[in-house]
């Protein structure tokens, strides 16, 4: 699935399925902006705060980079007039990564600059292993001057990222922490589920005990259980830290911890281009492609 993932061929026939389609929009709140700040509403209504990101990744062409930017600049612009409780993730290679850093920073500073005038938070997704220093580069030339105003992922399927979760602890720097949802070869992350988890579950506790509001972000019951255990056991405030999910899985678990008390924030897509995002989900669980198949079955 993660092949495919970025397959043109296969990415055509399942976008333009109708099938499919409904299914992605289970995982996307709608193709348009509109759309999308309705559900926030709702989302915020329910007691659960938001991280809107527009859809899209790897951009091959300077216009559509800045294109790129000048739309999460509207976003921010239409989430702070609708008085929505949403900050934004974003992806360094919808901003001109894959073309040049300069020109990627270059997106990336107005949209900064934006989100420190209206007081709210831009999140750096992080994606394939090929980006990761890079990314944290860039993120830490940025992180010095927009301090909390932007923050970034670590997967912890990755090697490095022990260090990299020490690194942020000590420069103060706000980690949403992940699985992570990529296909990586053994040269550098974890092939084995297991210990992936394991190596999760020690650097939530690092962010929870010294990390600058860390985000928990995984669907993982035990290590959701885990957390809740921790910060009883540490007296960790609740304020200190949130829960983060994706649109469209494990609601049930949301709305728990939300009635639990704790900060829950839903990472919450929306756009055209939805394909590469939308195989991922499939990905990380068998079942995802059972009811696809079922479906397609069906028709
Ligand atoms: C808020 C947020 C932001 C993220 N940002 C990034 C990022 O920037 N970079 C990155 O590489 N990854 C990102 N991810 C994805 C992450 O890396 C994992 O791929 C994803 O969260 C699945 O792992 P898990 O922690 O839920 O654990 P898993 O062990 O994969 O899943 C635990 C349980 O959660 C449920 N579940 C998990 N995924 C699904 C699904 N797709 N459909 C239905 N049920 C599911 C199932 O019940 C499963 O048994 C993000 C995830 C979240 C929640």
């Known amino acids: 699935m993660l092949g495919l993932a970025g397959n043109e061929k296969v990415s055509h026939l399942v976008r333009e399925n109708s099938i499919s389609k409904g299914l992605a929009l289970r995982f996307v709140a709608g ?23 527009a859809l899209g990744e790897n951009v091959s062409g300077e216009a559509e980079a800045a294109a790129a930017s000048q739309q999460y600049l509207t976003m921010l612009d239409g989430i702070a007039s609708a008085k929505l409780n949403s900050t934004l993730s974003l992806k360094l290679t919808m901003l001109g990564l894959d073309i040049s850093d300069d020109l990627c920073r270059a997106n990336l500073r107005p949209v900064l600059e934006h989100a420190r005038d209206l007081d709210t938070f831009v999140r750096i997704d992080m994606e394939g292993a090929v980006y990761t220093r890079r990314t944290l580069d860039l993120f830490y030339g940025f992180h010095e001057e927009f301090g909390d105003h932007v923050g970034i992922v670590l997967q912890s399927y990755l090697y490095r990222t022990g260090l990299d979760v020490e690194k942020a602890i000590d420069r103060k720097a706000r980690v949403r922490l992940v699985k992570g949802a990529y296909a990586e070869p053994p040269a550098v992350a974890y092939p084995r589920k297991e210990t992936v988890d394991a190596a999760y579950r020690s650097e939530m506790e690092q962010l929870l005990e010294a990390g600058n509001y860390p985000a928990i972000a995984t669907h993982d019951e035990a290590l959701i259980e885990a957390a809740r255990d921790y910060v009883a056991r540490q007296h960790i405030p609740y304020d200190r830290f949130e829960f983060q999910m994706l649109y469209g899985i494990r609601r049930d678990l949301q709305e728990q911890l939300v009635k639990a008390g704790y900060n829950v924030r839903v990472y919450t897509p929306f756009g055209r281009q939805w394909y590469p995002y939308f195989m991922r989900r499939m990905a990380e669980r068998p079942a995802n492609l059972f009811f696809v198949l079922k479906n397609l079955a069906r028709s």
Not at 33 to 42: G, K, M, N, P, T
């Open 31 to 53: 193709e348009t902006f509109e759309e999308a700040l309705d559900i926030v509403r709702r989302q915020n209504e329910a007691g659960l705060a938001v991280t809107l990101d």
